[in-house]
């Protein structure tokens, strides 16, 4: 009977009466799907697909993800963020002080051990800002990467009773987070601007600007990570354990609590392949006026992030239509 | 009128048992298959969906076979993947009603969460029309920590709504789920039934063309439950929506839908008008109900008269319950036996719980040692839709201090209205009076 409509001119009844084209009704989409479903004769039906909002199938295109969804799900998105907030220090007296109080002590710790034990260089920067800035970023990309991790097998329930785009989930952690990352910074700012104004140890400049460009690579990063993670646990959970204490050592991995300046030329070209040492010297370089900040090495940073963020889509978006059967 | 769901040759494959190392070894496998260009090898040795049978029989009776060759093969591996569902093909129309019965575990449920796209089919399509709603349970996404207003919000978006679509409707649906003194409390300080009332609320104001029900109606007290089941019929009438609605309360699927599919092993068996569906669905269901004890008279009497068997329209009741499709012909018929003939007033008894709505009496019948047969015949349709406790008796009309007695002997299910009924007739019980 399709074969028989197929030239049907678009304007005929049941276009006219198609609902709230709001929701699901995406050209590119309807497009990928006839590309990818080759009819029994091995050529592409398109059998009126355009009359039919949405088309099941047991597997998508890999690169059909649907933004435009997720934009008509803006407001859940909105929800999300507010509840990730909202309910973390609910009946807590101290209430949102807690964000100060763990970059506080974390950063007392790191002095104590690192600075007058261990007495790691600083370059040249005092101890607590030194440390405050790693703290900072680091703590960022860490709770959204832990967050994120754990999309799927957090929110089984959820997800096994109501669909929404999934991508929502890890979004609404990354870009809340930003919320607590600007509280935590503001601290960080206060300390730095109580240094500049009373000693000379601080010689902030123009990479000051790249902030901004630091916060997004480290906002994609741990999205990008966390969803090819969650991704990969929904069927074996082995790679949670390997998150656990991962995330915790990678962080010596990563120039937190020293400066590049203070490796061997070997070290440092080991660690120029990690992708999160630019974004850290960067900031620290522009605040501070100590760092190895670099185009090139935030360009790495840069493709590095784009590359996950995107892998990370495709394989969350193939994961996401089955993984109930599985988690 | 036009389609709003079709469903061409969908199926689902699960995995029985643990997902475990071994799943590693299939997926390898499967990949392996799937390099060659090869058919999933787990897909053909995929059992149907019988939860009765273990895994070890294979292919029970009425099933589809297994994709031809793969019979040899299918013995050498171990049945571990079960067909939930199998080759569905349906098309509801819009603005149908269509409820979806079957025993547990056939694969009702399934089909609605591959409608509501939790979980993707294995195999076919579906396609669909307009915005779709699932409600496969209410109160989705609640966050005890948040209040009820903003669990509103929250529990809104989470269905697919806009803030501002919420915020029109919050007026109706905080005053539905009558709630409206704990809007601002904390949703973990509030009873489990209010955390529904607030769900239902929400789901109920939902503004979709097609919307999809599980079993959702069943919470709540019996004055909320009533409320349910008045709003789904509200959205059901305006033959705007389309509905698919999973239940396992025959009433609720009569009162509501416009035509129905039963969904057996996977499979759909039949499809439908609700009336003739709910017959089919019944005549299916096994025996298993609890047995009727027909020695269970108490009184002075007791020892004395003895129920034989009791039959209703000439069926002969076993179960404690007895389903009877509608109320238009009612003959039961009691064989007693008395151990010394005699004459006594034979009783039949019908209550509502508990409450005593009739009683027909068979005055001075004679009951001999042999097998005495009563009738009692109700006028046609007195009784309405629902359930009705029956007990049977009997007394010595010159003396009522003897007397032998089960005021809940058994229980008929009254699944239809009678046909003929006007549809403002309500009532347990239709009397035989005139107005003018």
């Known amino acids: 009977m399709f074969s028989e409509h ?32 080759p009819g029994p004769d091995g050529l592409v039906t398109a059998d009126r697909e355009d009359d039919w909002d949405l088309i099941l199938r047991p597997k998508r295109h890999f690169l059909d993800v649907n933004l435009r969804e997720i934009w008509t799900y803006r407001d859940l998105l909105l929800m999300f963020i507010k509840r990730d907030i909202v309910t973390v220090y609910k009946q807590t007296i101290l209430g949102p002080i807690w964000f100060f109080v763990q970059p506080v002590l974390t950063m007392l710790t790191y002095v104590i051990v690192f600075g007058n034990i261990a007495k790691l260089s600083t370059g040249g920067i005092p101890a607590p800002l030194f440390y405050l ?13 832990n967050k994120t991790s754990s999309t799927f097998t957090a929110n089984a329930h959820i997800f096994g009773k109501v669909y929404f785009p999934r991508l929502i989930v890890p979004l609404s952690i990354v870009i809340s987070n930003v919320i607590r990352f600007l509280i935590q910074l503001s601290l960080f700012v206060i300390l730095w601007v109580w240094y500049l104004t009373t ?6 400049n123009l990479w000051l600007l790249s902030t901004v460009w630091c916060l997004l690579l480290m906002a994609g990063l741990g999205f990008g990570f966390g969803i090819i993670f969650t991704s990969l646990t929904t069927k074996y959970r082995d790679l949670t354990f390997l998150i656990q204490f991962g995330v915790q050592l990678a962080m010596y991995a990563t120039p937190i609590i020293y400066p590049m300046s203070a490796l061997s030329e070997k070290y440092q070209q080991i660690l120029w392949w990690n992708p999160i040492t630019h974004v850290i010297e960067t900031f620290k370089y522009g605040f501070l006026g100590s760092g190895q900040a670099s185009i090139a090495g935030l360009l790495y940073s840069t493709t590095f992030t784009v590359i996950t963020v995107a892998f990370g889509i495709i394989i969350f978006n193939k994961t996401e239509q089955t993984f109930m059967d599985t988690v | 009128m036009t389609v709003a769901i079709k469903i061409e040759n969908v199926s689902k494959l699960y995995r029985l048992g643990t997902v475990g190392t071994g799943t ?17 090898p787990y897909a053909k040795v995929g059992q149907v969906n019988d939860r009765s049978k273990s895994g070890s029989v294979k292919q029970g009776d009425g099933a589809l076979p297994p994709a031809g060759s793969s019979m040899r093969k299918s013995s050498a591996l171990k049945p571990e993947y079960v067909w939930a569902l199998r080759d569905i093909n349906l098309e509801v129309q819009q603005g149908e009603i269509l409820g979806i019965i079957g025993k547990n575990g056939a694969g009702k449920s399934t089909l609605l969460k591959l409608l509501s796209r ?12 307009g915005r779709i709603a699932s409600l496969l349970e209410v109160g989705t996404g609640f966050h005890p920590e948040l209040t009820g207003r903003e669990n509103i919000y929250m529990n809104g978006a989470i269905l697919g709504m806009r803030r501002h679509e919420i915020s029109k ?12 003194k704990y809007l601002d409390t904390p949703v973990k300080r509030y009873s489990s039934g209010m955390t529904v009332r607030l769900g239902f609320a929400v789901a109920a104001h939902l503004d979709c063309e097609v919307l999809i029900v599980d079993e959702v109606l069943a919470v709540g007290d019996w004055e909320f439950q009533n409320k349910c089941l008045a709003k789904m019929k509200a959205i059901t009438t305006d033959r705007r929506r389309t509905v698919l609605f999973v239940t396992h309360n025959l009433a609720s699927l009569r009162h509501l839908c416009s035509s129905a599919v039963i969904v057996d092993k996977g499979t759909i068996r039949h499809r439908g008008l609700p009336d003739e569906l709910i017959e089919i669905h019944l005549r299916s269901l096994p025996s298993s109900g609890e047995q009727v004890n027909l020695n269970s008279l108490s009184g002075p009497l007791s020892s004395q008269v003895k129920i034989e068997s009791i039959s209703i329209n000439s069926n002969p009741v076993c179960q404690q319950q007895v389903e009877v499709v509608d109320s238009t012909k009612l003959e039961f018929e009691a064989v007693l036996t008395a151990e010394t003939s005699g004459v006594f007033d034979v009783g039949l008894a019908v209550s509502v719980r508990g409450v005593r709505l009739t009683t027909l009496i068979a005055s001075e019948t004679r009951i001999t040692s042999g097998e005495t047969r009563v009738i009692f015949r109700m006028p046609e349709a007195m009784l309405s839709a629902g359930v009705f406790q029956l007990g049977v008796g009997v007394s010595d009309p010159f003396n009522r201090s003897s007397w032998a007695w089960n005021e809940n002997l058994f229980e008929v299910n009254i699944l239809n209205n009678p046909p003929a009924s006007h549809p403002l007739a309500k009532g347990l019980v239709h009397l035989p009076v005139s107005s003018s």
Not at chain 2, 118 to 129: S, Y
Request: with cysteine.
């Open chain 1, 6 to 37: 197929r030239f049907v001119v678009v304007g005929d009844e049941q276009n006219n009466s198609r609902t709230k084209p709001h929701l699901l009704n995406n050209s590119a989409q309807t497009m990928a799907e006839v590309l990818s479903k």
């Open chain 1, 133 to 145: 800035s790693g703290i900072t970023l680091w703590n960022y990309f860490a709770e959204s990467f």
């Open chain 1, 199 to 204: 000693s000379d140890t601080v010689h902030p």
């Open chain 2, 24 to 40: 590693l070894a299939h997926d390898l496998n499967r990949w392996w298959h799937m390099v060659r260009g090869k058919q999933d």
């Open chain 2, 118 to 129: 939790v979980t993707a089919p294995t195999e076919g399509t579906i396609k669909t029309k």
């Open chain 2, 169 to 180: 409707q919050l007026d109706e649906i905080v005053e539905f789920s009558g709630c409206a």
